[in-house]
C-alpha cells in the first residue's frame, strides 16, 4: 500500500478534533471523510477540518467505499459497536483508548479483526511520543539498573455541569476508564502483566468512581503505584525508579515533553522531547507504517496487551462493585 491513506473519523467530538488536525500534517494521510450521529454535527466538522465526505450516520461512514482506515473516537460505551462495524466492512481501525468498556468487548473486537484480517490498535498515543520512546531505549540499555517502581498521579478537577460524560456510568465514565487507563498502560508497558491487583475507589452520587488509588504488583517484587481522579487534580506526573537511577516524568504526563534522570549520585540531567504538531501525529504515522507493511497488530501496542489492560482494570472495578448499565 503505497497511496495516501484515506481516513474516516467516527465521532466529532474533541479528541476527533485533535486527531483531525494531526492528520492535515501528514503528507501521506488524507481525511476524507466524517461519521456523526446527525448530519449537522458532521456538516458542522466537516466544514472546520475541510473534510470532503460527511455521513449523518456511523455505518454510513464505516461502509464508504473511499476510506481505507477508520480513527474511532466515541465515547466508551460504543466503542466495541463502532470498531465491529468497521472491521466488518474490512477498514483498517484505530480505536481510542480505552479500547473497549470491558475485556469481553476487547475480545470480540480483536477476533473480528483477525477474521476480517486487517489491521487495529488501541490508540494509547502516549506510547508513541518521543519521551516515551527514548524511555524504552534508557530501559533497554540498562541505564536505571533493575526496575522497581513506577508511581503516577493522573487527577483532574472536573463537575458534571461542565463534563457531563465523565460522570456518566451509560457512557463509561468516571476516573478509571478515562485518565486512570494512561497510568495502567504505561505500567503494563515497563512490567508486563500483573501478578497481583488490588485498590480503592470512591464511587460518587452519579454512580462512577471519582478517586482511585491503584497498587498493581509484579513478578520479581515490582510495583506500580497509582492514583487518578476526575474530582481531584493531581501533579500530573509519574516516576520511574531503578536500581541505578530514576526517571521523573513531567507534567502533564500523557503528552509529556520533558524528563529527569537522577542518578543515584544524585546527578541529575534534563532531557527535552519537544513535539511535532500535538503529538497525535505519531501513532498515526506508527498504524499507517502497519497498514503498509500488511501487519495486523503493532509490536508497541499489541493485542495481548490490550486484552491484559482491560483484564486489569476489570479486576479493579469487580472488587469495587462497579458495572456499566451496557454491561
Known amino acids: ?29 488524507a481525511l476524507v471523510a466524517i461519521g456523526s450521529r446527525t448530519q449537522a454535527a458532521a456538516d458542522r466538522f466537516g466544514e472546520n477540518f475541510l473534510v470532503p465526505r460527511r455521513h449523518g450516520s456511523y455505518e454510513a461512514l464505516v ?9 474511532v473516537a466515541t465515547p466508551h460505551n460504543v466503542h466495541k459497536e463502532n470498531a465491529l462495524a468497521a ?11 480505552p479500547f473497549s468498556i470491558n475485556a469481553g468487548e476487547a475480545e470480540q473486537v480483536l477476533s473480528a479483526a483477525l477474521a476480517q484480517q486487517v489491521t487495529v490498535m488501541e490508540a494509547m498515543w502516549t506510547r508513541f511520543l518521543p519521551l516515551y520512546v527514548h524511555l524504552r531505549k534508557l530501559i ?3 541505564s536505571l539498573g533493575d526496575i522497581r517502581l513506577f508511581t503516577s498521579d493522573f487527577g483532574i478537577s472536573a463537575v458534571p455541569e461542565n463534563r457531563p460524560r465523565l460522570f456518566d456510568p451509560s457512557l463509561g465514565g468516571g476516573a478509571l476508564l478515562d485518565v486512570g487507563v494512561y497510568p495502567v498502560s504505561l505500567a503494563s508497558m515497563f512490567f508486563g502483566v500483573p501478578s497481583g491487583v488490588t485498590g480503592f475507589a470512591q464511587i460518587g452520587s452519579t454512580g462512577v468512581d471519582e478517586l482511585d488509588s491503584i497498587l498493581l504488583e509484579y513478578p520479581g517484587g515490582r510495583l506500580a503505584s497509582l492514583n487518578c481522579s476526575i474530582t481531584v487534580g493531581m501533579n500530573l506526573e509519574a516516576e520511574l525508579c531503578g536500581t541505578l537511577a530514576r526517571v521523573r516524568i513531567h507534567a502533564p504526563l500523557w503528552k509529556s515533553q520533558s524528563m529527569t534522570l537522577t542518578q543515584n549520585d544524585g546527578t541529575e540531567t534534563e ?8 503529538g497525535y501525529e505519531y501513532e498515526a504515522v506508527h498504524f499507517m507504517r502497519l497498514m503498509r507493511e500488511g501487519k495486523l497488530e ?14 486489569t482494570m476489570d479486576q479493579l472495578r469487580a472488587a469495587w462493585k462497579l458495572k456499566y448499565p451496557c454491561e
Open 140 to 142: 533497554s540499555e540498562g
Open 1 to 29: 500500500m503505497d497511496k495516501t491513506i484515506r481516513w474516516g473519523i467516527v465521532g466529532t467530538g474533541a479528541i476527533a478534533a485533535k486527531f483531525a488536525t494531526a492528520l492535515r500534517s501528514l503528507p501521506e494521510a
Open 87 to 97: 472491521i466488518n466492512a474490512r477498514k483498517a481501525v484505530l480505536v481510542e483508548k
Open 63 to 71: 461502509n464508504d467505499a473511499e476510506v481505507d482506515a477508520v480513527y
Open 298 to 311: 503493532s509490536p508497541l501496542m499489541s493485542w495481548e496487551e490490550t486484552r491484559q489492560v482491560m483484564v
Open 271 to 278: 532531557l527535552k522531547f519537544p513535539l511535532q504538531g500535538n
